[in-house]
């Protein structure tokens, strides 16, 4: 069974006590500084009127609440619930399994509560991650030369047409149809915070989103036209480029990226990005500030356009940008992530 709230009474009493039995479970946030906490947390206990309860860290963050820095509840140390490290194990293990509801239930686990915890910490489900998980065994299998056939099995398709069909979703046309001798090419590069795709030619990189953007299918349908449907599978030089720099990202061992990017937007886009790659890591910029340094403050809702429309994520950083009053604002790679990348980017500054 889902876990449902209590009264607020309920739970600002358990805040008080800091009860360990509502820890993972349930969230407060303080209308009165903008910060939302584990009910465990340590810190003075603000007045009941000015607390809002929640069942999840996501839906705090959306609130425009940011996470304290003393239980840090998007940190390592908010307890995960046992199913998450059970079954990531398990699919780190067997990762072309088909997974279903059923084989959940088979370990114990409810898929209701399942789903939950795992849209709370990562901002999708198991199965979701799972069926992606076994997309890229299909794509590893393709980039390696590989024949449709053996990269159907390796991810664990029950037939050609649906794996061809999950494949053109994701890249637009189907695994057949690459040869090899592409102007661009995509790989996949894993990360703490989910799978990039990289999309790559000789010299420049040209996207860099996350595998579950639901607005990644249109952006590679964008990039095949403009190369004439030259968009394969496999890597250059540029793809193992970015991949180090990122490792050294997420790493805490630098925040710079040198790799050469090609940007496909107009003058006025292109000059927003600029802005954004001048944004050190570790600080946050509003659209408004973002409108003033290129010179025209009047431009917010442009800057805002031109932000979301970038294809380049991380290397040219949309994640720094933030509401005026300090609250989060949207992020096509999910606002968990947002979060996540600005707590990480704290120790460059």
């Not at 800091?18 to 209308?31: E, I, L, P, S």
């Not at 584990?38 to 996501?58: I, V, Y």
């Not at 053996?150 to 029950?158: K, L, N, P, R, V």
């Not at 006025?268 to 010179?295: M, Q």
């Amino acid at each position: 069974m889902l876990f449902e709230l209590p009264d607020h009474d309920t739970l600002y009493e358990a805040l008080v006590n800091r009860d360990m039995r509502f820890d993972g479970q349930a969230f407060v946030g303080v209308t009165s500084t903008g910060i939302f906490c584990r009910l465990t947390c340590p810190a003075r206990k603000p007045k009941p009127e000015n607390c809002r309860f929640f069942d999840n860290p996501s839906s705090c963050v959306q609130e425009g609440f940011r996470p304290c820095k003393r239980c840090k509840p998007l940190g390592k140390e908010a307890a995960l619930e046992p199913a998450i490290d059970l079954l990531l194990e398990a699919l780190k293990k067997n990762p072309g399994r088909r997974w279903q509801e059923r084989d959940i239930r088979q370990l114990g686990f409810d898929p209701s509560t399942v789903r939950r915890a795992f849209k709370r910490y990562f901002g999708t489900t198991f199965l979701e991650i799972a069926r992606l998980t076994r997309l890229r065994e299909g794509f590893d299998t393709l980039t390696d030369g590989g024949s449709v056939m053996d990269a159907q099995i390796t991810a664990g398709f029950e037939s050609s047409s649906a794996f061809r069909a999950a494949f053109a979703r994701l890249l637009g046309d189907t695994p057949a149809r690459f040869t090899g001798k592409e102007l661009l090419k995509a790989d996949w590069i894993d990360t703490p915070l989910g799978p990039l795709l990289a999309v790559c030619d000789a010299s420049s990189l040209h996207l860099l989103e996350f595998i579950d953007r639901k607005a990644l299918p249109n952006e590679l349908k964008k990039l095949s036209k403009l190369v004439r449907g030259e968009l394969g599978l496999g890597r250059f030089a540029t793809t193992d480029q970015i991949q180090m720099e990122l490792n050294d990202y997420f790493g805490a061992v630098s925040a710079d990226f040198n790799t050469r990017l090609a940007y496909h937007g107009s003058a006025f886009t292109r000059s927003v990005w600029d802005k954004l790659r001048n944004i050190p890591a570790g600080e946050t910029r509003s659209y408004s500030d973002i409108a003033k340094a290129i010179g025209n403050q009047n431009a917010v809702r442009a800057v805002a356009r031109a932000n979301g429309a970038n294809q380049i994520s991380l290397v040219i950083p949309c994640h720094r940008v933030i509401g005026s009053d300090g609250s989060l604002t949207g992020y096509g790679g999910g606002l968990w992530r947002k979060q996540k990348l600005i707590e990480l980017e704290r120790q460059y500054a």
